[in-house]
């Protein structure tokens, strides 16, 4: 089986920086599109970041300037550098990737646990 396993979160004061990591791993063919969503309590889950195959990458309103995505191809690992944390970014943050497997030949989304993010004094 596929499996997506974030890593990074923790608390972290408003102002300050913190770098997710998402890794795949399992019987992979190839990646597409990864991405990180967040949910808090209370609220719907969100985009936050996408990053395509090739390296274009896509932000939300709310964390342009601020985040970053990247993807590491070799490592089947995507990145979120969060800079100027605010107490809004407090969430679950979860990895999402559309992946072939070898036990399926198709692209199927993948979701990872997530990983909380605490933004506060």
């Known amino acids: 089986q596929v499996q997506l396993v974030e890593s990074g979160g923790g608390l972290v004061q408003p102002g300050g920086s913190l770098r997710l990591s998402c890794a795949a791993s399992?019987?992979?063919?190839?990646?597409?599109?990864m991405g990180w969503y967040r949910q808090a309590p209370g609220k719907q889950r969100e985009l936050v970041a996408t990053?395509?195959?090739?390296?274009?990458?896509n932000y939300a309103d709310s964390v342009k300037g601020r985040f970053t995505i990247s993807r590491d191809n070799a490592k089947n690992t995507i990145y979120l550098q969060m800079n100027s944390l605010k107490p809004d970014d407090t969430a679950v943050y979860y990895c999402?990737?559309?992946?072939?497997?070898?036990?399926?030949?198709?692209?199927?989304?993948?979701w990872g646990q997530g990983t909380q993010v605490t933004v506060s004094s």
């Open positions: 999402n990737a559309a992946i072939k497997s070898s036990r399926s030949y198709n692209y199927y989304p993948y």
């Open positions: 399992g019987s992979i063919l190839s990646i597409n599109a």
């Open positions: 990053i395509a195959s090739g390296g274009r990458t």
